[in-house]
T-cell receptor, first 110, second 112 residues
Framework: KQEVTQIPAALSVPEGENLVLNCSFTDSAIYNLQWFRQDPGKGLTSLLLIQSSQREQTSGRLNASLDKSSGRSTLYIAASQPGDSATYLCAVNEGNKLVFGAGTILRVKS | DAGVTQSPTHLIKTRGQQVTLRCSPKSGHDTVSWYQQALGQGPQFIFQYYEEEERQRGNFPDRFSGHQFPNYSSELNVNALLLGDSALYLC???????????FGDGTRLSIL
Protein backbone atom coordinates (compact mmCIF):
# COMPACT_ATOMS: atom_id res chain seq x y z
CA LYS A 1 0.00 0.00 0.00
CA GLN A 2 1.40 3.37 -1.04
CA GLU A 3 2.24 5.75 1.79
CA VAL A 4 3.24 9.37 1.26
CA THR A 5 5.02 11.32 3.99
CA GLN A 6 5.75 15.04 4.06
CA ILE A 7 8.38 16.67 6.22
CA PRO A 8 8.26 19.05 8.00
CA ALA A 9 4.62 19.16 9.08
CA ALA A 10 4.88 22.90 9.63
CA LEU A 11 7.43 25.57 8.78
CA SER A 12 7.71 29.25 9.69
CA VAL A 13 10.28 31.41 7.89
CA PRO A 14 11.01 35.14 7.46
CA GLU A 15 10.22 36.72 4.14
CA GLY A 16 12.94 36.34 1.50
CA GLU A 17 14.26 32.97 2.64
CA ASN A 18 14.71 30.04 0.28
CA LEU A 19 13.10 26.86 1.55
CA VAL A 20 12.71 23.17 0.76
CA LEU A 21 9.70 20.96 1.39
CA ASN A 22 10.17 17.21 1.35
CA CYS A 23 7.95 14.38 0.17
CA SER A 24 8.68 10.65 0.30
CA PHE A 25 6.70 7.68 -1.01
CA THR A 26 7.04 3.95 -0.45
CA ASP A 27 6.17 2.45 -3.86
CA SER A 28 8.12 3.73 -6.87
CA ALA A 29 5.54 2.40 -9.38
CA ILE A 30 4.00 5.82 -10.03
CA TYR A 31 2.96 7.60 -13.20
CA ASN A 32 3.72 11.11 -11.98
CA LEU A 33 3.90 13.31 -8.90
CA GLN A 34 2.04 16.57 -8.35
CA TRP A 35 2.61 19.38 -5.89
CA PHE A 36 -0.47 21.33 -4.82
CA ARG A 37 -1.15 24.43 -2.79
CA GLN A 38 -4.20 24.70 -0.53
CA ASP A 39 -5.38 27.89 1.12
CA PRO A 40 -7.50 27.55 4.28
CA GLY A 41 -10.95 26.12 3.53
CA LYS A 42 -10.27 26.06 -0.20
CA GLY A 43 -9.63 23.49 -2.90
CA LEU A 44 -6.29 22.45 -4.36
CA THR A 45 -4.28 24.45 -6.87
CA SER A 46 -1.81 22.45 -8.95
CA LEU A 47 1.68 23.94 -8.83
CA LEU A 48 3.89 21.46 -10.67
CA LEU A 49 3.58 18.00 -12.18
CA ILE A 50 6.60 15.79 -12.77
CA GLN A 51 6.21 12.74 -14.99
CA SER A 52 7.88 9.56 -13.75
CA SER A 53 10.50 9.84 -16.52
CA GLN A 54 11.44 13.41 -15.57
CA ARG A 55 13.86 14.63 -12.90
CA GLU A 56 12.56 18.15 -12.30
CA GLN A 57 10.10 20.87 -13.27
CA THR A 58 10.29 24.61 -12.77
CA SER A 59 7.65 27.33 -12.65
CA GLY A 60 8.71 30.82 -11.64
CA ARG A 61 10.14 30.70 -8.11
CA LEU A 62 9.19 27.03 -7.71
CA ASN A 63 11.32 24.03 -8.60
CA ALA A 64 10.31 20.44 -7.95
CA SER A 65 12.60 17.44 -8.26
CA LEU A 66 11.82 13.73 -8.40
CA ASP A 67 14.02 10.75 -7.57
CA LYS A 68 11.73 7.83 -8.28
CA SER A 69 14.22 5.14 -7.36
CA SER A 70 14.65 6.49 -3.85
CA GLY A 71 11.01 7.51 -3.49
CA ARG A 72 11.66 11.21 -2.89
CA SER A 73 10.59 14.58 -4.19
CA THR A 74 11.44 18.09 -3.06
CA LEU A 75 9.73 21.41 -3.67
CA TYR A 76 12.11 24.37 -3.60
CA ILE A 77 10.64 27.84 -3.11
CA ALA A 78 12.98 30.74 -3.80
CA ALA A 79 12.73 34.17 -2.18
CA SER A 80 9.63 33.32 -0.16
CA GLN A 81 6.84 35.91 0.20
CA PRO A 82 3.96 36.26 2.71
CA GLY A 83 1.59 35.32 -0.13
CA ASP A 84 3.25 31.90 -0.23
CA SER A 85 1.70 31.07 3.16
CA ALA A 86 -0.50 28.01 2.63
CA THR A 87 -0.52 24.22 2.98
CA TYR A 88 1.57 22.40 0.40
CA LEU A 89 0.56 18.86 -0.54
CA CYS A 90 2.34 16.30 -2.66
CA ALA A 91 0.49 13.47 -4.36
CA VAL A 92 1.63 10.45 -6.36
CA ASN A 93 -0.45 9.19 -9.25
CA GLU A 94 -0.99 5.42 -9.15
CA GLY A 95 -3.12 5.29 -12.27
CA ASN A 96 -6.67 6.29 -11.55
CA LYS A 97 -6.08 7.80 -8.14
CA LEU A 98 -3.83 10.23 -6.32
CA VAL A 99 -2.32 9.31 -2.97
CA PHE A 100 -1.62 12.38 -0.86
CA GLY A 101 0.65 13.23 2.00
CA ALA A 102 -0.72 15.13 4.99
CA GLY A 103 0.87 18.38 3.84
CA THR A 104 3.33 20.99 5.09
CA ILE A 105 1.83 24.14 6.59
CA LEU A 106 4.01 27.07 5.52
CA ARG A 107 3.96 30.48 7.14
CA VAL A 108 6.09 33.27 5.68
CA LYS A 109 6.45 36.21 8.07
CA SER A 110 6.79 39.77 6.79
CA ASP B 1 -13.13 28.62 -19.51
CA ALA B 2 -14.72 27.50 -16.26
CA GLY B 3 -12.73 25.18 -14.07
CA VAL B 4 -14.14 22.45 -11.88
CA THR B 5 -17.29 23.65 -10.11
CA GLN B 6 -18.87 22.05 -7.06
CA SER B 7 -22.17 22.65 -5.30
CA PRO B 8 -23.20 23.40 -2.67
CA THR B 9 -20.23 25.10 -0.99
CA HIS B 10 -21.43 24.32 2.52
CA LEU B 11 -23.94 21.82 3.89
CA ILE B 12 -25.15 20.93 7.38
CA LYS B 13 -26.85 17.59 8.01
CA THR B 14 -27.73 15.44 10.99
CA ARG B 15 -26.73 11.86 11.68
CA GLY B 16 -28.65 9.28 9.65
CA GLN B 17 -29.57 11.67 6.85
CA GLN B 18 -28.55 11.35 3.22
CA VAL B 19 -26.68 13.93 1.12
CA THR B 20 -25.92 14.53 -2.57
CA LEU B 21 -22.97 16.59 -3.72
CA ARG B 22 -22.50 17.76 -7.30
CA CYS B 23 -19.53 18.39 -9.58
CA SER B 24 -19.10 19.78 -13.08
CA PRO B 25 -15.72 18.97 -14.62
CA LYS B 26 -13.48 21.34 -16.50
CA SER B 27 -14.32 21.59 -20.19
CA GLY B 28 -12.66 18.81 -22.18
CA HIS B 29 -12.24 16.51 -19.19
CA ASP B 30 -13.87 13.08 -19.13
CA THR B 31 -12.91 11.62 -15.74
CA VAL B 32 -14.23 12.74 -12.37
CA SER B 33 -12.76 11.67 -9.04
CA TRP B 34 -14.00 12.33 -5.53
CA TYR B 35 -11.85 12.81 -2.44
CA GLN B 36 -12.62 13.26 1.26
CA GLN B 37 -10.38 15.57 3.27
CA ALA B 38 -10.71 15.52 7.04
CA LEU B 39 -9.35 18.48 9.00
CA GLY B 40 -5.56 18.50 9.11
CA GLN B 41 -5.18 15.55 6.75
CA GLY B 42 -4.49 15.01 3.09
CA PRO B 43 -7.35 14.10 0.74
CA GLN B 44 -8.37 10.43 0.60
CA PHE B 45 -9.52 8.87 -2.69
CA ILE B 46 -13.17 7.77 -2.71
CA PHE B 47 -13.70 6.72 -6.34
CA GLN B 48 -13.26 7.72 -9.98
CA TYR B 49 -15.84 7.76 -12.75
CA TYR B 50 -15.13 7.39 -16.46
CA GLU B 51 -17.64 6.77 -19.26
CA GLU B 52 -20.42 6.75 -16.64
CA GLU B 53 -18.87 3.77 -14.82
CA GLU B 54 -17.05 3.58 -11.49
CA ARG B 55 -13.51 2.75 -12.62
CA GLN B 56 -11.74 2.49 -9.28
CA ARG B 57 -12.74 2.74 -5.64
CA GLY B 58 -10.84 3.58 -2.49
CA ASN B 59 -11.37 2.17 0.98
CA PHE B 60 -14.81 3.64 1.63
CA PRO B 61 -18.01 1.79 2.64
CA ASP B 62 -20.97 1.22 0.35
CA ARG B 63 -22.73 4.17 1.98
CA PHE B 64 -20.68 6.22 -0.48
CA SER B 65 -21.97 5.95 -4.02
CA GLY B 66 -21.76 8.03 -7.14
CA HIS B 67 -22.92 8.64 -10.63
CA GLN B 68 -21.56 10.20 -13.80
CA PHE B 69 -23.90 11.67 -16.38
CA PRO B 70 -23.49 11.74 -20.19
CA ASN B 71 -22.26 15.37 -19.97
CA TYR B 72 -19.46 14.12 -17.64
CA SER B 73 -20.86 15.84 -14.54
CA SER B 74 -21.00 13.74 -11.41
CA GLU B 75 -22.78 13.28 -8.09
CA LEU B 76 -21.54 11.86 -4.81
CA ASN B 77 -24.19 10.37 -2.54
CA VAL B 78 -23.64 9.48 1.10
CA ASN B 79 -26.32 7.56 3.04
CA ALA B 80 -26.79 7.08 6.78
CA LEU B 81 -24.48 9.96 7.63
CA LEU B 82 -22.10 9.58 10.58
CA LEU B 83 -20.35 12.28 12.59
CA GLY B 84 -17.09 11.04 11.06
CA ASP B 85 -18.32 11.97 7.57
CA SER B 86 -17.78 15.64 8.42
CA ALA B 87 -15.09 16.77 5.97
CA LEU B 88 -14.27 18.78 2.87
CA TYR B 89 -15.33 16.80 -0.20
CA LEU B 90 -13.24 17.56 -3.25
CA CYS B 91 -13.98 16.79 -6.86
CA UNK B 92 -11.19 16.49 -9.41
CA UNK B 93 -11.43 16.17 -13.16
CA UNK B 94 -8.95 15.23 -15.84
CA UNK B 95 -8.46 13.63 -19.21
CA UNK B 96 -8.13 9.84 -19.17
CA UNK B 97 -4.52 8.72 -19.42
CA UNK B 98 -2.96 9.95 -16.18
CA UNK B 99 -3.19 13.60 -17.09
CA UNK B 100 -3.01 16.33 -14.41
CA UNK B 101 -5.95 16.46 -12.04
CA UNK B 102 -7.76 19.78 -11.58
CA PHE B 103 -9.64 20.31 -8.34
CA GLY B 104 -12.74 22.29 -7.41
CA ASP B 105 -13.08 24.37 -4.25
CA GLY B 106 -14.93 21.56 -2.46
CA THR B 107 -18.10 21.14 -0.44
CA ARG B 108 -17.77 21.53 3.33
CA LEU B 109 -20.07 18.95 4.93
CA SER B 110 -20.84 19.24 8.65
CA ILE B 111 -22.73 16.50 10.48
CA LEU B 112 -24.47 17.41 13.75
Amino acid sequence: KQEVTQIPAALSVPEGENLVLNCSFTDSAIYNLQWFRQDPGKGLTSLLLIQSSQREQTSGRLNASLDKSSGRSTLYIAASQPGDSATYLCAVNEGNKLVFGAGTILRVKS
Amino acid sequence: DAGVTQSPTHLIKTRGQQVTLRCSPKSGHDTVSWYQQALGQGPQFIFQYYEEEERQRGNFPDRFSGHQFPNYSSELNVNALLLGDSALYLCASGRSGNQPQHFGDGTRLSIL
